[in-house]
Every structure is written in C-alpha cells, then in structure tokens.
C-alpha cells in the first residue's frame, strides 16, 4: 500500500509525461517519454526511448493511438535526436526496424489509462508493453539482443537528469 502511495505522489499532475522516468522491473533499462515533433501524422508529439546498458543501442519509439482495437501503440523510429532523422510513414511498416507495439499505460492503482498519451499529459505510474521481447530479441541484430526483457515499467522518477546520457 505504501509502495502505491508513492507513486500516487510521483504520478500526480505534477509530473508532465516528458519528466517521467521509467525502469523495467527486474532489470536495468530505463525509458522515458520525449517531445518530438514528427509532424502531423503523429499528433501524439511524444517519442518513447528505452535505455539499455552498454554496449546495446538505445531504442526509440513514436506513441500513436488508434488501430483496429483502439489504445495506445509504439511505432519504432530512429534515433529522434539524430540531425538527419525523419519520422516513418503512417502506414509503412518498411521504415519502421522493430515494428509496432502495444503500450499498455496504467495508473498508481492499476486502473488502465485510455485517454490519448500527449505532450503535457500527466505521467502514468505503470507502462505495460506486451511484446517487448519480440523487439528487443528477435527483430535485432544478435549482437543488440537482451536477453531478459520483461513487460512491466515502473515510474521511478519525475526529474529528467536520472535519465542516462545519449549514446
């Protein structure tokens, strides 16, 4: 009870979804959301990068909402920091290395969040992404693979300087 307490008070409206930081439970990764703006195409205005150790390249995703069953969704891009990047297609998936995934987004209780994830919104306590394993062993190169990848996120901050350094 304690434990949902705090991340109530981390959680809270207090903590724009661009400050937020994120762990992976059981493991060392980190993520965070990022403004980006990749046009119109998508209006989320949020990128979605997981950090992992050395020498693992860092992945970045674009949010976008909608599908045949609706919620929220990651599209993977490159690095959106990169001079020469450009968001892909909204309907390419050539142009997308790991595909798509289904980002689950819940709040300090548990209760599932399906309101549009926005630029400005309130940062979630939980992030639940299904088949993150599938991007992060089997549509990467074998020298980029994790081998633990588990599907939970926990809040673990709202202060942007806990987030590692681009590499």
Not at 5 to 24: D, F, K, L, N, S
Request: charged share 25%; glycine share 8%; proline share 7%.
């Amino acid at each position: 009870m304690l434990v949902l307490a705090a991340m109530a008070a981390i959680a809270g409206p207090r903590c724009p979804i661009e400050h937020a930081v994120y762990q992976q439970r059981g493991s060392e990764i980190v993520a965070h959301f990022q403004s980006v703006d990749a046009g119109r195409e998508w209006p989320s205005g949020l990128a979605f990068k997981m950090s992992f150790s050395a020498p693992l390249a860092d992945q970045w995703w674009l949010v976008w909402e909608g599908g045949t069953a609706g919620g929220h969704n990651l599209a993977s891009t490159g690095a959106v920091s990169a001079a020469d990047w450009r968001p892909p297609g909204p309907d390419s998936s050539a142009d997308r290395p790991r595909g798509n995934l289904v980002l689950i987004v819940a709040e300090a209780d548990y209760r599932i969040r399906r309101e549009a994830i926005v630029r400005g919104a309130s940062a979630p306590a939980h992030l639940l992404i299904p088949d993150l394993r599938e991007a992060t062993w089997y549509r990467v190169a074998p020298d980029q693979r994790v081998s633990e990848s588990g599907q939970f996120f926990d809040l673990i901050s709202c202060d942007r300087e806990r987030i590692p350094k681009e590499r």
